[in-house]
Nanobody, 124 residues
Framework: QEQLVESGGGLVQTGGSLRLSCAVS????????MGWFRQAPGKGREFVASVSRSGSSTVYADSVKGRFAISRDNAKNAVYLQMNSLKPEDTAVYYC?????????????????WGQGTQVTVSS
C-alpha cells in the first residue's frame, strides 16, 4: 500500500521561507504524478502545485506562482515544495498526494493517495 509522509511545516514570519518534503513508499514512485494541496480552516482543499513523473513539467495555482516551486527526486522517492515570500494567507495544512499521470492535476478527486498533512503557519 502506498504511503505518503509530509514533513517540514512550521511557523514562519511573513516573507519567510519553508521547504516541505514528502516521502513516498509502497509503489513505483516514478510512475506517479504528484501534487500538493492545502486546506485553511473553514475552507475546502485547494490545489497548489503538481509535477509530472519525470519532474520536467510543473503546474501552479495562480496564488503561488512565482513564489513556490515543486520538485521531485525519483532516486529518493520524494517530492518537495519550496515556499518563498510566504504570506499569512498561505497558512494552511499542506498535503502531498499521488495520482495516475493521465488524470486532471487540479482536481483533488484525481488523487488516490494522500499524506496526513503538515501545518504551515505564517504570522503577520
Amino acid at each position: 500500500q502506498e504511503q505518503l509522509v509530509e514533513s517540514g511545516g512550521g511557523l514562519v514570519q511573513t516573507g519567510g521561507s519553508l521547504r516541505l518534503s514528502c516521502a513516498v513508499s509502497g509503489r513505483t514512485f516514478s510512475e506517479r504524478a504528484m501534487g500538493w494541496f492545502r486546506q485553511a480552516p473553514g475552507k475546502g482543499r485547494e490545489f497548489v502545485a503538481s509535477v509530472s513523473r519525470s519532474g520536467s513539467s510543473t503546474v501552479y495555482a495562480d496564488s503561488v506562482k512565482g513564489r513556490f516551486a515543486i520538485s521531485r527526486d525519483n532516486a529518493k522517492n520524494a517530492v518537495y515544495l519550496q515556499m518563498n515570500s510566504l504570506k499569512p494567507e498561505d497558512t494552511a495544512v499542506y498535503y502531498c498526494a499521488a495520482r495516475q499521470p493521465f488524470k486532471s492535476y487540479g482536481n483533488s478527486a484525481s488523487y488516490d493517495a494522500w499524506g496526513q498533512g503538515t501545518q504551515v503557519t505564517v504570522s503577520s
